[in-house]
């Protein structure tokens, strides 16, 4: 056997043995030591593996199936750009802290700086994005064995934290199996039965305190983040008679905690005329919330409050006074007073705010961006997973969909980008089980078309993709470059219309299609089927930009 399959054969042990059941390849020449040895454990049962020819998608579905397994999966892939494009997907996984192994094959030491194909410094490459742990060369001698599988250990336990990690294992030719000479060591087990392994517990909490007053009139904003975390907080808002404003990841957590979660509280916050009854005397932020200018907003005014351990809590103003780890219920004691009137005057606004929504949204024709959200939403199966792309499909879930503890909700919220989305989705179908639907926009569809691209040997997820089309930029409406006095150039430099046929791209993946025309449409399209399929519901840009300003004058209306 020759030095690099060995050292792969033991690598590959190593996961095993550590608990990393979930493996994404991607083909190539100089990672086949590897690819060969997860074929084999494969084979034996010992770990599911997935082939994907698209590092950028690769990524991201490894992303998924960590986000909903709770367990770090691992993607493999050749030296060179191929380990570039798997940046995308370890910046998600490093500002959502979601455990990720990327074990990128390198050249040897002696063809760097040699001009040899695919050969860059990719050590490190990540930056401080991720954790590096650089393998020597094989050799064939006796003694490293150890050594090899201490390093994935070492690799496996720092993924455990929710870090993405690069094992970048260098490899001399000969690439593929070689028969001949017996390895020196032992390779498959670890001698003496001995199993090393790093703890799947979850990690303790925080035992930092608050110490800083926490006023009657307080408001909690819930975003992206640990589950514990905000069902910890939500229960002191319970008590303390405090209303909670959830994000859409955030909101069964919160509800578990028993608190009241308003149904669109960001856009309750977002239209500047929130009335004095409703102005908090401090905000308490738990995890990240990233979705809403509202929210920020009121940041600006008020105290803020931190609780997470994310290094990057959120805060781009600068206005967190106190950041700590947890908050619960024996913080009580820090609640100064209680405000029999302050959670009942928000539930008014809540139902009269609901009210306005429900009439503008009955009087303006189907569909829309919100009422694509609402009835999403309303119409999946209990106990589905949802996934909720970026841009404008998560916020328009934040801003009028109902609260439904009864689905688990993803989203990339660590950067927020539009790529990998569908590859991410088909990654939590696959790691979490549950039937799965995906919302996204057409051009969050797009960037990542490549994650329809399942090899007919491979694990398909169940996963229905909802893609509203309205053929180009629909965020960028709603933003500063869609004014009025930016017409002239807006629609081709932030419009962007494509013109893709969608089924015909779905067409060519194998993919099933269909268009709905209706909301009634669309209520049948969700109901549960298996497989990968996509739905299609078309509609405008035109006059998008009015309708969110009707949206919020009907609301600061209702709740004035």
Not at 88 to 103: K, Q, R, Y
Not at 127 to 154: I, K, M
Not at 253 to 276: C, D, F, Q, S
Not at 292 to 304: A, C, F, H, Y
Request: aromatic share 4%; proline share 7%; net charge negative.
């Amino acid at each position: 056997m020759n030095p690099s399959t060995a050292m792969a054969t033991v690598v590959v042990d190593e996961l095993v043995r550590n608990d990393v059941r979930q493996v994404v390849l991607c083909p190539g020449s100089r990672n086949a030591p590897v690819a060969f040895a997860l074929f084999e454990a494969a084979n034996r049962g010992e770990l599911t593996l997935h082939v994907r020819v698209d590092e950028r998608s690769a990524g991201y579905f490894a992303l998924g199936l960590g986000r909903a397994s709770g367990r770090p999966a691992a993607v493999v892939c050749t030296s060179g750009t191929a380990v570039a494009n798997l940046h995308p997907a370890v910046l998600e996984a490093h500002h959502s802290g979601v455990g990720l192994l990327l074990i990128t094959a390198d050249r040897p030491p002696e063809l760097h700086g040699t001009g040899a194909n695919q050969t860059i410094d990719q050590r490190g490459i990540f930056g401080s994005a991720a954790v590096t742990v650089d393998f020597p060369v094989a050799e064939r001698r006796a003694g490293l064995n150890p050594v090899w599988r201490g390093l994935v250990c070492r690799g496996v336990a720092r993924a455990e934290t929710g870090r993405p990690v690069q094992l970048n294992i260098p490899f001399r030719e000969p690439l593929v199996p070689t028969f001949g000479d017996e390895w020196p060591d032992q390779l498959v087990g670890r001698p003496g039965g001995l199993r090393w392994t790093t703890s799947s517990a979850a990690r303790t909490v925080p035992g930092n305190r608050v110490d800083f007053p926490l006023p009657a009139r307080t408001l909690v904003v819930v975003g992206s983040g640990d589950a514990a975390r905000a069902t910890s907080a939500a229960s002191v808002a319970a008590k303390a008679g405090w209303p909670v404003v959830a994000e859409p990841v955030g909101a069964a957590a919160a509800i578990a905690g028993g608190a009241h979660v308003l149904r669109g509280g960001p856009l309750l916050l977002g239209t500047g005329a929130l009335p004095e009854s409703l102005q908090p005397d401090a905000v308490v932020v738990v995890g990240r919330p990233t979705l809403s200018r509202g929210v920020r907003g009121l940041m600006d005014r008020v105290p803020v409050y931190g609780i997470g351990d994310h290094p990057q809590w959120t805060d781009p103003q600068f206005v967190a006074t106190h950041v700590r780890g947890w908050l619960d219920q024996d913080d009580l004691v820090h609640v100064t007073g209680h405000d029999q009137g302050w959670l009942a005057g928000w539930q008014d606004a809540e139902d009269a705010a609901a009210q306005a929504v429900a009439a503008l949204l009955a009087a303006e024709p189907w569909p829309t961006g919100l009422h694509v959200a609402r009835d999403v939403v309303a119409g999946l199966p209990p106990g589905a997973t949802l996934f909720l792309g970026s841009s404008n499909t998560v916020r328009d879930v934040d801003l009028i969909a109902r609260h439904r503890v009864d689905l688990a909700v993803h989203a990339n919220r660590g950067v927020a980008g539009i790529d990998g989305n569908l590859s991410t989705a088909a990654g939590v179908s696959l790691g979490g089980g549950a039937p799965t639907y995906a919302l996204v926009g057409d051009l969050t569809f797009l960037h990542d078309a490549n994650g329809l691209l399942i090899g007919p040997g491979e694990q398909r997820p169940d996963l229905t993709i909802v893609v509203l089309n309205d053929d180009g930029g629909g965020i960028f409406s709603l933003l500063e470059q869609g004014a009025a006095e930016h017409r002239a150039s807006f629609e081709r430099v932030f419009g962007t219309p494509h013109g893709v046929d969608l089924a015909a791209l779905c067409q060519a993946h194998g993919v099933k299609h269909t268009e709905a025309a209706t909301a009634a449409d669309l209520r049948h399209a969700l109901a549960p089927e298996p497989g990968l399929r996509v739905v299609e519901v078309r509609a405008t840009r035109e006059g998008l930009r009015d309708l969110h300003a009707r949206l919020r004058a009907a609301v600061s209306t209702a709740i004035a």
